[in-house]
């Protein structure tokens, strides 16, 4: 059995995000984020998300620079429980994993990845 293994670093971070896929949006929170991808986390159900549909996603950085950009569904992974570190007692117990592919990156993406710590150059 062959694992693929991560190459890129991943930044934790906890930014609300909204996803708009055909014509719905959807708030959420992005989990971690690469150089190419994003792990985006939906609270409650998701009835219409399809592994390759195409997407926008949408949120600020802490500075309040807004980024959107366009996105594809690589993986969805349901959960019955509230992901680890979860401060909002609010949300509720199910949740689901949403892996993005990043297929049109905007300048900004990049620029904000680098600040946070994204770049593996010397």
Known sequence: ???RRRTRKRIDTSL?????LSGQSYDGVIGNLSENGIKWY???KVMNFI???RLKIKFRTPS????DMYCKIKWLNKKE???SGAMDIDAPPSYTEV???????VQKYKEFFETIGGSDKA
């Open 1 to 3: 059995m062959h694992i």
């Open 16 to 20: 609300d995000a909204k996803i708009i």
């Open 42 to 44: 939906l609270y409650g």
């Open 51 to 53: 592994h390759g549909d």
């Open 64 to 67: 309040g620079q807004l980024i």
């Open 81 to 83: 429980e509230r992901p």
């Open 99 to 105: 892996g993005l592919e990043i297929i049109e990156s």
